[in-house]
Antibody, heavy 121, light 107 residues
Framework: EVQLVESGGGLVQPGGSLRLSCVAS????????IDWVRQSPGKGLEWVGR??????????EYAASVKGRFTFSSDDSKNSLYLQMNSLKTEDTAVYYC????????????WGQGALVTVSS | AIQLTQSPSSLSASVGDRVTITCRAS??????LVWYQQKPGKAPKLLIS???SLKSGIPSRFSGSGSGPEFTLTISSLQPEDFATYYC?????????FGGGTKVEIK
């Protein structure tokens, strides 16, 4: 069964850092483009960014709201991707989802269950 | 960035009603538009890709149309399980963007 599972969420103070993990089962994460999408409590969906696959050297795209503060990385041996979040702001409070992009590039075929990040003093 | 304007932001409807949700793109996006349904505490569920392609397992009462700048999601006969929030998303260019959502509530 194909599954994406996020972990690493929690409570962090403004200005702090946190790293989220996205672990895949049932498929090889490095073969796929993976996006991160977040949803603030009671609000809509916001695209955070994309990691391309290994073939494309894991080249990344970031939303303007997180560029320079968030970084994607990968560990092929653990079939995992990571979202390193630095200089966190209260407005970064959200449920963060990782989602795999179908090979044609025009929709997500799998989503994780989400990880809640709360930025508060 | 391409803005997607969804309307209405919320609506009240009865079981059996025909419901139409609109998503207008600020720039051309070809047919690179998808529709999701989201229920509280759950990840979005894909309904339609490529503006009008119904995904496997999705009831045929859901349909998508349009080719830019205006797209529509239609539910031909609203069922109790369809009360949820619906979002459009464009995959045409970075940054990928979502519409603001349409909450479908019970009248």
């Amino acid at each position: 069964e194909v599954q994406l599972v996020e972990s690493g969420g929690g409570l962090v103070q403004p200005g702090g850092s946190l790293r989220l993990s996205c672990v895949a089962s049932g498929f090889t994460l490095s073969d796929h483009y993976i996006d991160w999408v977040r949803q603030s409590p009671g609000k809509g969906l916001e695209w955070v960014g994309r990691t391309r696959n290994k073939l494309n050297n894991y080249r990344a795209e970031y939303a303007a709201s997180v560029k320079g503060r968030f970084t994607f990385s990968s560990d092929d041996s653990k079939n995992s991707l990571y979202l390193q979040m630095n200089s966190l702001k209260t407005e970064d409070t959200a449920v963060y989802y990782c989602a795999s992009v179908v090979s044609s590039g025009n929709y997500y075929n799998y989503w994780g269950q989400g990880a809640l990040v709360t930025v508060s003093s | 960035a391409i803005q997607l304007t969804q309307s209405p932001s919320s609506l009240s409807a009865s079981v059996g009603d025909r419901v139409t949700i609109t998503c207008r793109a600020s720039q051309g996006i070809s047919s690179a538009l998808v529709w999701y349904q989201q229920k509280p505490g759950k990840a979005p569920k894909l309904l339609i890709s490529d503006a009008s392609s119904l995904k496997s397992g999705i009831p045929s009462r859901f349909s998508g149309s349009g080719s830019g700048p205006e797209f529509t999601l239609t539910i031909s006969s609203l069922q109790p399980e369809d009360f949820a929030t619906y979002y459009c998303q464009q995959f045409n260019s970075y940054p990928l963007t979502f519409g603001g959502g349409t909450k479908v509530e019970i009248k």
